[in-house]
């Protein structure tokens, strides 16, 4: 079973600030799909970035960039000029090709400082 | 247009007594997903719906969970019977297919407290 593991459980940044949150992966399967989600208190999920492992590049979505490392099934999210609102739970997670489900990691809770 | 919605957005109940928490998901979302979130297990996928039929049921903790939905459309999880482990937010999702590259959006949640 593939398993998604964040060892931040909580961070910090100033304002204007960058910060990188980590996450890593287990799974023995070559084709997969990653995303980044973001959770205000408002519980609801939102999707900030996703990145396809057949891609080399990796995904950039404004000031959200993520960090791909395959062979060291790691997938960071960089964010870059931190805002206020960027203050929430983020979940890494992780899906199959094959399979529509997701699998989460426990969550990173991020703090914007001003 | 609207988002996955869901209802209602907070439930407290007694211990042994069932609920229903429903979901609407965005229209013309053929896939449907429920998930749980709770302090202990994290955030857990519970069951996955293809039109009315459910693939993939895995996630059901236990039989006192069964989920169903009707039309193609809004899906109801029952719990029946319920302990104080089920508190938790239940989050629903749906994507316009089952594809790999279809993004799931999420409803807000229902925050399901058993006393």
């Known amino acids: 079973a593939q398993t998604v593991t964040q060892s931040q459980p909580e961070m910090s940044v100033q304002e204007a600030e960058t910060v990188t949150l980590s996450c890593t992966y287990d799974?023995?399967?070559?084709?997969?799909?990653l995303f980044w989600y973001k959770q205000p208190p408002s519980r609801q999920m939102i999707l900030v970035i996703r990145?396809?492992?057949?891609?080399?590049q990796n995904a950039t979505e404004n000031r959200f960039s993520v960090n791909f490392q395959k062979a060291a099934k790691s997938f960071s999210l960089k964010i870059s000029d931190s805002q206020l609102g960027d203050a929430a739970m983020y979940f890494c997670?992780?899906?199959?090709?094959?399979?529509?489900?997701?699998?989460f990691g426990e969550g990173t809770q991020l703090t914007v400082n001003p | 247009g609207a988002g996955v919605s869901q209802s209602p957005s907070n439930k407290v109940t007694e211990k042994g007594k069932d609920v229903e928490l429903r979901c609407d998901p965005i229209s013309g979302h053929t896939a449907l997903y429920w998930y749980r979130q709770s302090l202990g297990q994290g955030l857990e996928f519970l069951i996955y719906?293809?039109?009315?039929?459910?693939?993939?049921k895995s996630g059901l903790p236990s039989d006192r969970f069964s989920a169903e939905r009707t039309g193609g459309s809004v899906s109801t999880l029952t719990i029946q019977r319920t302990q104080q482990e089920d508190s938790a937010v239940y989050l629903c999702a749906s994507s316009l297919d089952r594809d790999s590259t279809d993004t799931q959006y999420f409803g807000p949640g229902t925050r399901l407290t058993v006393l």
């Open positions: 799974t023995s399967e070559s084709d997969y799909y």
């Open positions: 719906f293809q039109g009315n039929s459910a693939p993939d």
């Open positions: 990145q396809e492992a057949y891609k080399q």
């Open positions: 997670a992780y899906r199959s090709a094959g399979v529509p489900r997701l699998t």
